[in-house]
């Protein structure tokens, strides 16, 4: 059965970086791709980007474009998000969800991970 | 991208239907049949229920529809069951590169 297992709570400083992991099981990884969404506390779910296991190419949301990026490790099954120069607000859980390897197919967001919540405050 | 409109609460009683609308643009609902609705419980990861406007999952109830007019798209709960409370999220195609914007959410109560 398709599962992706996240990585575990993080908590950082203002101005830090964070990087966050997703490991797949259950499929072949280079089949498909991984979103990534996060959640602020009481909020709704926000994309943030997409990347091919495939190939490794990327698309992130304007909005974190310069301080994001996407990485896969096909050795490992697992993708990586790494977000950079943190602020308060971006207090959020994050999860991954599988998508699919090339970015002109359109597919949901069929399976997600379980979220990782990383904490950011001084 | 801006997020697409939910209403931020609906409630129905057992056994009656709901409906939550999902408004966004001609960029995005309107222009493309690929509108997802995700459940979510406290605490938990989202959970696909309706994908490409109105299709199931396997294992997603029946009492879960999809429906879209235009720049609107719906989710029908018929049947309402206790299980059913929770957030509901709607998502849709942005039109660039494996883009999706999604809707505020919508919480869900059973009374």
């Known amino acids: 059965q398709v599962q992706l297992v996240q990585s575990g709570p993080e908590v950082k400083k203002p101005g830090a970086s964070v990087k966050v992991s997703c490991k797949a099981s259950g499929y072949t990884f280079t089949d498909y791709g991984f979103y990534w969404v996060r959640q602020a506390p009481g909020q709704g779910l926000e994309w943030m980007g997409w990347i091919s296991a495939y190939i490794g190419n990327t698309n992130y949301a304007q909005k974190f474009q310069g301080r994001v990026t996407m990485t896969t490790d096909t050795s490992t099954s697992t993708a990586y998000m790494d977000l950079r120069s943190l602020r308060s607000d971006d207090t959020a859980v994050y999860y991954c969800?599988?998508?699919?390897?090339?970015?002109?197919?359109?597919?949901?967001?069929?399976?997600w991970g379980q979220g990782t919540l990383v904490t950011v405050s001084s | 991208q801006s997020a697409l409109t939910q209403p931020r609460s609906v409630s129905g009683s057992p056994g009656q239907s709901v409906t939550i609308s999902c408004t966004g643009t001609?960029?995005?609902?309107?222009?493309?049949?690929?509108v997802s609705w995700h459940q979510q419980h406290p605490g938990k990861a989202p959970k696909l229920m309706i994908y490409d406007v109105n299709k199931r999952p396997s294992g997603v109830p029946d009492r879960f529809s999809g429906s879209k007019s235009g720049n609107t798209a719906s989710l029908t709960i018929s049947g309402l069951q206790a299980e059913d409370e929770a957030d509901y999220y709607c998502s849709s195609y942005a039109g660039t590169y494996a883009s999706w914007v999604f809707g505020g959410g919508t919480k869900l109560t059973v009374l």
């Open positions: 969800a599988r998508a699919p390897k090339s970015g002109y197919d359109i597919s949901p967001f069929d399976y």
């Open positions: 001609s960029s995005d609902v309107g222009g493309y049949n690929y």
